[in-house]
């Protein structure tokens, strides 16, 4: 054999042997595979949830009636995982792109705020409309439904409200038109504030859903009756959304977000807990909106 030929063949025996241990490392690897892909879906996209009360007074994160975030959190498949930071409704907005990594629960959604946040593509809440709660044994001398930008002079200054809050698109004109009509509570814990005030007279009413005045009652123990009044122009239902950063980070997690939202897994989760919530009269206006997440 020539020295040519026996070169050739040795160079082909060495290419098979080459590819020959290439491809039982590939097989050695293959049963490795799905807890290396496992082991990368295992790490959930950190973030923080700005709410107005402390983890400690209310923990966004364990079930309770209309905790819609819980149940997200249950049905998260580990693509995110939150810290609860307690922070103002004007310190929230503010905060949310500094922090980069932030979320935000039950906003409304509005050509302004999409210019700062992300937003999920559906709703994490339905809620009745917004409500003037006032003193049970104080109802009969309001009006059956209250017009908020003709108030009555003895109603003037007496209507509790959040600074910086949204109240939507029927309520929020009247604030900006007549802001001396209202009493603006701003800082930490300002709804509960001014539900206090409201137990202690201090205040005639606070606009605030009904199901809302009722968790905040029961956590903090506030001891008074009280009657939910319709308002003039505030008769649909209100939409609550997730908002993250308008940062790489927050797009991340609103894109997480809205994958678990979109699951038949989250959405019957959804409908139950809004359903067994409700009475019948609001079970029938939030029906219709309940239907259309069964959509795809």
Not at 64 to 91: C, E, K, V
Not at 105 to 132: C, D, H, M
Not at 258 to 281: G, R, S, Y
């Amino acid at each position: 054999m020539s020295y040519s030929i026996f070169k050739k063949e040795s160079l082909f025996t060495a290419k098979m042997i080459k590819r020959l241990c290439l491809s039982l490392k590939l097989v050695l690897l293959i049963p490795i595979f799905p807890s290396l892909l496992q082991s990368i879906q295992a790490s959930p996209l950190q973030g923080i949830l700005l709410a107005e009360i402390d983890s400690n007074q209310n923990d966004l994160a364990q079930e309770q009636p209309m905790g819609m975030f819980a149940i997200l959190l249950q049905h998260n498949q580990n693509l995110f995982h939150f810290d609860q930071q307690q922070a103002s409704y004007t310190r929230s907005w503010s905060d949310l792109n500094k922090l980069g990594n932030a979320c935000m629960y039950n906003k409304f959604k509005s050509t302004e705020r999409e210019q700062v946040a992300y937003f999920s593509q559906k709703p994490i809440s339905i809620f009745p409309p917004l409500r003037l709660i006032v003193l049970k044994k104080y109802a009969a001398q309001f009006p059956q439904q209250i017009d908020l930008a003709n108030l009555p002079p003895s109603l003037k200054g007496q209507i509790g409200v959040v600074t910086s809050r949204s109240y939507g698109e029927a309520i929020n004109p009247i604030l900006l038109a007549h802001p001396e009509s209202f009493y603006f509570r701003s800082g930490m814990g300002s709804t509960l504030k001014l539900l206090e005030m409201l137990a202690k007279e201090r205040v005639a009413g606070v606009i605030e859903y009904s199901k809302e005045a009722s968790l905040i009652q029961n956590l903090q123990g506030l001891n008074f009756d009280f009657q939910a009044i319709p308002i003039k122009g505030v008769m649909r239902p209100n939409f609550g959304y997730m908002a993250c950063s308008k940062t790489a980070a927050g797009e991340k997690l609103i894109a997480n977000i809205d994958l678990i939202m979109a699951t038949p897994a989250f959405k019957q989760a959804f409908i139950k807990e809004h359903l067994q919530n409700f009475d019948d009269d609001e079970k029938a206006l939030l029906k219709p909106e309940l239907d259309k997440l069964l959509q795809p």
